[in-house]
């Protein structure tokens, strides 16, 4: 296992395998993320709700990622997408420090989404909003005991 952290302090690496990313699809979509194993019910099951209820993540440009090795944008923190535990969704749309890119019903929306699935939205970030962005902030065991509970799987 990596002694490496990200931001949410889940296990980080440069070796994808190491910490359980793998390529995962997203029901109802034609898209894959790459996440850890131990969310991917939380952030696929996300993803899937957000293409149904808030707007498509399958159609024009291919601008929805997951997992990457890097630091936070503009600090030295590692990201949470380098454990796995982080997506971003339609960031063409929706670009880094960009505020109000969705309607207020699309934000009621969220909200509900991430409260339902144990996510922080980026949109709700202070310092710099991050409206694409999505993160797993629970711990691995109140990611786990969620994922029994909502009944979700890969």
Avoid at 26 to 50: H, N
Avoid at 65 to 88: C, E, K, M, P, Q
Avoid at 110 to 124: A, E, N, P, S
Wanted: aromatic letters at 10%; glycine letters at 8%.
């Amino acid at each position: 296992m990596s002694n490496l952290k990200s931001a949410n302090g889940w296990p980080a690496s440069k070796d994808q395998a190491v910490i359980g990313v793998k390529s995962f699809q997203v029901k109802g979509t034609d898209r894959k993320m790459r996440v850890a194993e131990k969310v991917a019910p939380l952030l696929c099951g996300f993803a899937a709700d957000f293409h149904d209820l808030i707007e498509p993540i399958d159609e024009g440009t291919f601008d929805d990622w997951a997992y990457a090795f890097r630091d936070v944008r503009g600090g030295t923190a590692l990201s949470n997408h380098a454990s796995g535990t982080a997506i971003d969704l339609n960031a063409t749309l929706h670009p880094l420090g960009k505020s109000d890119t969705f309607t207020p019903e699309q934000v009621k929306i969220i909200r509900l989404l991430c409260k339902k699935y144990g996510l922080k939205w980026g949109g709700f970030f202070v310092h710099r909003k991050d409206e694409m962005h999505f993160e797993v902030t629970l711990t691995p065991a109140k990611a786990a005991a969620l994922v029994k509970r909502l009944g979700v799987n890969k």
